[in-house]
């Protein structure tokens, strides 16, 4: 009997399934959901229900157990977060006025929990202003997990909302207006595009060496999302990639406390790393 794509609108997560979820999800990304997220999987899973006409929870979990691309659709779903330019603007304030008059070569940057790219494009901005004018080349990755985001980011275009942050110096000289079907949108110039690489990387699994080393770090807003040891491996596997006295940037909500000793702390929520 087909199953009523109404009735699938109304399905609600049991604690049983969202014990299940929350495994998995752990297991793949170090995400720790916390008890009282039943509405986040139930809102964020439910169109993946409503695409196989599925009756519950339990059905599209056996799914996701035995096909990967499922998987990686699930976690798609599942760390989608806000994010906005010029975020912590403090971070930027500080790259411009302390680290970046110091740089007499070649720059390398990863925004290593990058989402939907606006960091890392707000990182490229504030660096192309300064080192331009120097002539000074630099290259940033943009990394995350959701590949969905990452598309996006590579993308560069985003919805008219997001411009509220950016300085209008920055917009006339970076940004191009959408037009016609586009005029609430805009897009970040190919100038700027091409200074970013992406890729999907996992930050809870060992990174390959290929990615290479890096001289400033960006690591924000995504411990907060971690139990105290998946922090730890975590900040291990990123360092790992952060050459000797290189920058290293986490969220203004987080701490590495208890988390590394490879670092040393030289304003709130910016470390260096130590040369022993």
């Not at 014990?19 to 995400?31: D, W």
Request: proline share 3%.
């Amino acid at each position: 009997m087909p199953i009523d794509k109404y009735s699938v609108l109304h399905v609600k997560i049991t604690d049983g399934e969202y014990i299940k979820y929350r495994e998995i999800i752990y297991e793949t990304t170090g995400i720790e959901l916390k008890e009282n997220k039943h509405n986040l999987i139930e809102s964020r899973l439910m169109k993946r229900l409503r695409y196989y006409n599925m009756s519950s929870y339990s059905e599209y979990y056996q799914l996701v157990l035995k096909d990967r691309t499922e998987l990686q659709l699930m976690i798609n779903q599942v760390t989608t977060n806000e994010t906005s330019f010029f975020r912590e603007n403090k971070h930027f304030d500080y790259l411009v006025r302390r680290i970046l008059p110091e740089v007499n070569e070649q720059l390398r940057i990863w925004s290593a929990a990058s989402s939907i790219g606006v960091e890392a494009y707000t990182i490229a901005m504030v660096v192309d202003e300064v080192l331009s004018i120097r002539h000074l080349p630099f290259e940033i990755l943009a990394s995350d997990i959701n590949i969905d985001v990452l598309s996006q980011a590579k993308q560069a275009v985003y919805d008219i909302k997001f411009s509220k942050n950016i300085p209008d110096n920055y917009l006339r000289q970076y940004c191009l207006k959408g037009v016609g079907d586009m005029q609430n949108k805009f897009a970040i110039k190919d100038y700027l595009k091409n200074k970013l690489s992406f890729a999907q990387i996992n930050l809870t699994k060992p990174i390959s060496p290929n990615v290479g080393k890096f001289d400033i770090i960006f690591l924000r807003n995504v411990l907060i999302y971690f139990d105290i040891q998946t922090k730890q491996n975590v900040v291990k596997h990123v360092l790992q990639h952060l050459k000797p006295n290189g920058y290293f940037f986490i969220g203004h909500s987080e701490s590495l406390f208890n988390i590394s000793d490879e670092v040393v702390q030289v304003m709130p929520t910016v470390y260096q790393k130590v040369v022993l």
